[in-house]
């Protein structure tokens, strides 16, 4: 059964920064892209980043430059670093991986974490 645990949410004002983990169990790691998607209330869920297998890394154009995510194989673990945090970013962030290797990430057929809370106050 695999599993994703996020943490590392909270509550920061804006223009701090922010990691969030996402640790990864019940398979082989490092053969899966890992990805993060957030969802404000009231609003769809969005992705935020992905990184592949080999470390290829995509973020959608509204982010790039503020969230940064990498992986560490070998602590199956997947982070992202958000930076000059905003109000806006205000959601629930889950972890995300394709259920099938090699495979990058989509909105569909993967495993979710269960959210980690991110508030940020002006």
């Known amino acids: 059964q695999v599993q994703l645990v996020e943490s590392g949410g909270g509550s920061v004002q804006a223009g701090d920064s922010l990691r969030l983990s996402c640790t990864a169990s019940?398979?082989?790691?490092?053969?899966?892209?890992m990805g993060w998607f957030r969802q404000a209330p009231g609003k769809e869920r969005e992705a935020v980043a992905s990184i592949t297998w080999g470390g290829f890394t995509s973020y959608p154009d509204s982010l790039r430059g503020r969230f940064t995510i990498s992986r560490d194989n070998a602590k199956r673990t997947a982070y992202l670093q958000m930076t000059r945090l905003r109000p806006e970013d205000t959601a629930v962030y889950y972890c995300?991986?394709?259920?099938?290797?090699?495979?990058?990430?989509?909105?569909?057929?993967?495993?979710w974490g269960q959210g980690t809370q991110v508030t940020v106050s002006s």
């Open positions: 995300a991986t394709p259920v099938r290797p090699y495979s990058v990430v989509t909105g569909t057929n993967n495993y």
């Open positions: 019940g398979r082989t790691f490092n053969t899966y892209a």
